[in-house]
């Protein structure tokens, strides 16, 4: 029987959240037609996606002993995307 192992678990509920978050960006830009509230309807949930993505990170590293199994793949990837896509985003509004 496999044991859950507490870094891994936190890491992928967190990058669960970051898709929800990303989902509810994407449909809230997709419905709304006020350019204004799209803005913080899409910025807000990637500003968090991101901090929760260098969070996860964070956790993941801390159990990088840990055996590898799918959870911790999905976590890695996720939360791996979301910390590029925040310094994407930073450097990108640094530079221009």
Request: hydrophobic share 50%; charged share 15%; proline share 3%.
């Amino acid at each position: 029987m496999e044991t859950n192992s507490t870094y891994t678990e936190k890491s992928y509920r967190l990058s669960k959240l970051i898709l929800y978050l990303l989902t509810f960006a994407a449909f809230a830009v997709m419905v709304n037609n006020n350019p204004v509230l799209s803005r913080y309807l899409f910025g807000l949930p990637i500003i968090i996606s991101g901090l929760l993505g260098v969070f996860g990170s964070f956790i993941l590293y801390k159990g990088r002993e840990e055996p590898i199994n799918e959870k911790k793949i999905i976590a890695i990837t996720v939360n791996s995307a979301m910390v590029i896509l925040i310094v994407t985003i930073i450097v990108s509004n640094t530079l221009y």
